[in-house]
Nanobody
Framework: QVQLVESGGGLVQPGESLKISCVAS????????VAWYRQAPGKGRVLVAD???????NYADSVKGRFTISRDNAKNTVYLQMNSLKPEDTAVYYC??????????????WGQGTQVTVSS
């Protein structure tokens, strides 16, 4: 089992930056990949960025060049640095992971989400 807890969301003005975090805890062998999704009001949940244990990253076109995903495996933590924020970035941001459990089992997990609001 894995529990994901996000933090760091808040209200910022357009053009400002924000860094959110997700800490994983529980019983697992490995977590790969880890990702950030977001869901804007009235919209579906979409992938923002993901990162492998080895540090390989992927980004949605809408955030590429502005957002940076990183992870600290020793701390079981993943980060999302968000720069040049736009109103359209307003959403609940969710941490997601695929975890390898005992006996070859695996499962996916979601965090509870953290609200990011970009508004003047």
């Amino acid at each position: 089992q894995v529990q994901l807890v996000e933090s760091g969301g808040g209200l910022v003005q357009p053009g400002e930056s924000l860094k959110i975090s997700c800490v994983a805890s529980g019983s697992f062998i490995s977590i790969d990949p880890v990702a950030w999704y977001r869901q804007a009001p009235g919209k579906g949940r979409v992938l923002v960025a993901d990162i492998s244990t080895g540090g390989l990253t992927n980004y949605a076109d809408s955030v590429k060049g502005r957002f940076t995903i990183s992870r600290d495996n020793a701390k079981n933590t993943v980060y999302l640095q968000m720069n040049s924020l736009k109103p359209e970035d307003t959403a609940v941001y969710y941490c997601y992971c695929n975890a390898v459990l005992r006996f070859g089992a695996w499962s996916t997990y979601w965090g509870q989400g953290t609200q990011v609001t970009v508004s003047s």
